[in-house]
């Protein structure tokens, strides 16, 4: 052999534990980061589909609770069926408004 090739030789020889060492942490953060797209590129999909069959469990089996159904079924009493309870004040306010259109047909009817 040559003492060029001697010298590198001896030179590889010298190095070649910390070269293998870097081998081994470059293959070791290759696998990582290959483990971590791949999980990433199932896991996302998986995670968003799994999120969403929650959510609809979810809103399928929501409650409230009994101070907000109080104050809605309040509300929708008094809307719909107060004047079934209350006759005098629906009439009194019907009775107010018919007044004033039959007070002017009558007007006309005189003449």
Known sequence: MSQAKVDKYKKEK???VKNLKK?????VVLILLGAVFVGAGIGYPLGQKLYKVSYEKRINNATISADVYDYWFAQYWSENYYSMLHPEESAQIS???DATEVHDHTHTDAE
């Open 23 to 27: 081998k081994k942490v470059k293959k």
């Open 14 to 16: 010298k190095n070649r």
């Open 95 to 97: 009775t107010d408004t």
